[in-house]
C-alpha cells in the first residue's frame, strides 16, 4: 500500500520561508517520479513541479521555478519542496504526489496548509 505524508505547512508571513517534506512508503521511491501539487482556496488543483528519477527537474512557472526549489532523499524516501518569498497567492494546501508505471500522478498524500499572512 503507497503512502505518501506531508509535512511541514503552517502560517508564515509574506517574504518567508517555508519547506515542505513528504515521506513516501510502499512504493519504489528511487525510481519514482514525485511531484507537488497545490490548491488554493477556490481554485482548482495546480502543478507546482516535479522531480524525476533523474533527477530532472520541471516547474510550473518561472516565477516557482525562481522561489521554489524542489529535490529529493532516496536514503529517506522524502521529497522535499523548499519555498522562498513567500507571497499571500502561495496559499493553499500542498499535496505532495507519485506517478506509477504509466506516468501518471496515481498515488496522493493528504495534503499540508501553507497559509502566508500580510
Known amino acids: 500500500q503507497v503512502q505518501l505524508v506531508e509535512s511541514g505547512g503552517g502560517l508564515v508571513q509574506v517574504g518567508g520561508s517555508l519547506t515542505l517534506s513528504c515521506v513516501a512508503s510502499?512504493?519504489?521511491?528511487?525510481?519514482?517520479?514525485m511531484g507537488w501539487f497545490r490548491r488554493a482556496p477556490g481554485k482548482e488543483r495546480e502543478f507546482v513541479g516535479d522531480?524525476?528519477?533523474?533527477?530532472?527537474?520541471?516547474y510550473n512557472s518561472d516565477s516557482m521555478k525562481g522561489r521554489f526549489s524542489i529535490s529529493r532523499d532516496n536514503a529517506k524516501n522524502t521529497v522535499y519542496l523548499q519555498m522562498h518569498s513567500l507571497k499571500s497567492e502561495d496559499t493553499g494546501v500542498y499535496f505532495c504526489?507519485?506517478?506509477?508505471?504509466?506516468?501518471?500522478?496515481?498515488?496522493w498524500g493528504q495534503g499540508t496548509q501553507v497559509t502566508v499572512s500580510s
Open positions: 504526489a507519485a506517478q506509477d508505471g504509466s506516468y501518471e500522478y496515481v498515488y
Open positions: 522531480i524525476r528519477w533523474t533527477g530532472q527537474i520541471t
Open positions: 510502499g512504493l519504489a521511491f528511487s525510481s519514482s517520479t
